[in-house]
């Protein structure tokens, strides 16, 4: 079985989250929960129905993820973008999300 962890988008904002293993969402990929069997997945599958349900998140999916040399990484292109920005510039001035925030 290929692991797996659960995505979603707040509801409040739209940002991409991700299930940790203390049943949070988190805006980092790194910090999800990795479903590595069937009971797992279903346990995720669950939890995303119950937030949705909440309205605390929205377009939830359990997506395959890779581990390479300690980082997770989705396998599908839509998924990679969801986590680390934009894979091309996408305007003039535009940092994406790993840029510091300025007060």
């Given at each position: 079985m290929v692991d797996k962890v659960l995505t979603a988008n707040r509801l409040a904002d739209g940002i991409s989250v991700w299930l940790n293993a203390a049943?949070?969402?988190?805006?980092?990929?790194?910090?999800?929960?990795?479903a590595r069997h069937a009971e797992a997945v279903t346990a995720l599958?669950?939890?995303?129905k119950q937030a949705f349900a909440d309205n605390k998140?929205?377009?939830?999916?359990?997506?395959?993820?890779?581990?390479?040399?300690?980082?997770?990484?989705?396998l599908r292109l839509r998924e990679r973008i969801r986590a680390e920005g934009p894979s091309i510039d996408y305007a003039a001035g535009y940092k994406g999300l790993h840029a510091e925030q300025t007060a």
């Open positions: 049943g949070a969402w988190t805006e980092s990929l790194q910090d999800a929960f990795v599958e669950a939890a995303g998140v929205v377009d939830v999916n359990v997506i395959e993820i890779e581990e390479v040399d300690g980082v997770l990484r989705p």
